[in-house]
């Protein structure tokens, strides 16, 4: 059974960081393509960041420069450093899973983050 666990989200003042984690399990960890999304009641999910298998990585343009997504095959793990935090990233944020050339695409639950003072 896969399993994608967020963590890391909470209250955070304008300016603050926070770090997601997202924890994997199931999977073949290493050879999955790894995305952050976030999405807002009532809108679509959008894309945050992702990390290839390589370690290759691509950002949304409204959070380059300020947010990092790395990952640890060895804990099947992957992360989001968040800093400068704005009032406009407050959001669910997903993690998700998928390998190149698939359609099948793993889901976290979500972990909510509030930016707000």
Do not use: H
């Amino acid at each position: 059974q896969v399993q994608l666990v967020e963590s890391g989200g909470g209250l955070v003042q304008p300016g603050g960081s926070l770090r997601l984690s997202c924890a994997a399990s199931g999977i073949i960890f290493s050879i999955y393509a790894m995305g952050w999304y976030r999405q807002a009641p009532g809108k679509q999910r959008e894309l945050v960041a992702v990390i290839t298998r390589g370690g290759i990585t691509n950002y949304a343009d409204s959070v380059k420069g300020r947010f990092t997504i790395s990952r640890d095959n060895a804990k099947n793990t992957v992360y989001l450093q968040m800093n400068s935090l704005k009032p406009e990233d407050t959001d669910v944020y997903y993690c998700n899973a998928k390998r190149s050339g698939a359609t099948l695409v793993y889901w976290g639950q979500g972990t909510q983050v509030t930016v707000s003072s």
